[in-house]
């Protein structure tokens, strides 16, 4: 079961056909799942892709509660996704089965980060730089129709992500206190602060490196990671802009052609 949903999933990545959910077809519990995901992406990876980092999702309590789970989830960032830095970018709309986007805070890892015992104010010891960034939520599931077992399984419905430049100075703001307003062909769509991703960006990225250490991994020098959204996710199809305005009057730009 674990290799036919993990290739199924490959499938629907590459082909941008959506499939039936997985919880409907006997996958169950998180650590099926997590095996799912970890065989999907031995098939990214022999297929040349390679991992930049990681990606927490759930870090937003309203979500936990309506997915029935009491913490977040984390996948792959996979290079053939991450689509650029800089303050204008684009992508194509093509590879996407029903994209959203939500707007958070990348951490540049610069020291190994060893769980199960990291703490924030390790996290950002150890931490190079920081971006603002927009990542790409997507689902090879049918309509959205996730419990928590698909969204782990697939990869943490990762889709892609792009990233404004790194900043070494962001380490000296309280990151709980920052905000952010996503803006979809000029209108304001949601706002929100640090403290909506597990009170504090670094508390998430410390979750990851402690979960991480029940499989064997670390977080290392030189990995991205996205640490959850501060706000409610957006939909977007062909021909949106986005906007991502954030404190300091940093600014981010992404069209989806």
Known sequence: MTEAFAEELERAFREGKPIEPLSERGLRGLEAAYRVQEAWNALRLRAGDRVVGRKIG???????????????DFGNLWESRFF?????????????LQPRVEGELAFLIGKPIQGPHATPQEVLAKTEALAFALEIVDSRIRDWRIRLE???????????????????KLLEEDLSTLGLALYKNGELQVQGTGAACLGHPARAVAWLANTLSGFGLRLE??????SGAWAPVVPVGPGDLVHLTATGGRTLALRFS
């Open 58 to 72: 759930l870090t937003s309590k309203a979500v936990q509660q309506q997915l029935g789970v009491d913490q977040p």
């Open 84 to 96: 650029g830095q800089g303050v204008r970018l684009e992508a194509s709309s093509g590879p996407f």
């Open 150 to 168: 698909d969204t782990v399984a697939d990869n943490a419905s990762f889709g892609g992500f792009v990233l404004l430049p790194w900043e070494r």
């Open 221 to 226: 020098p030189g990995d991205i990671v996205l």
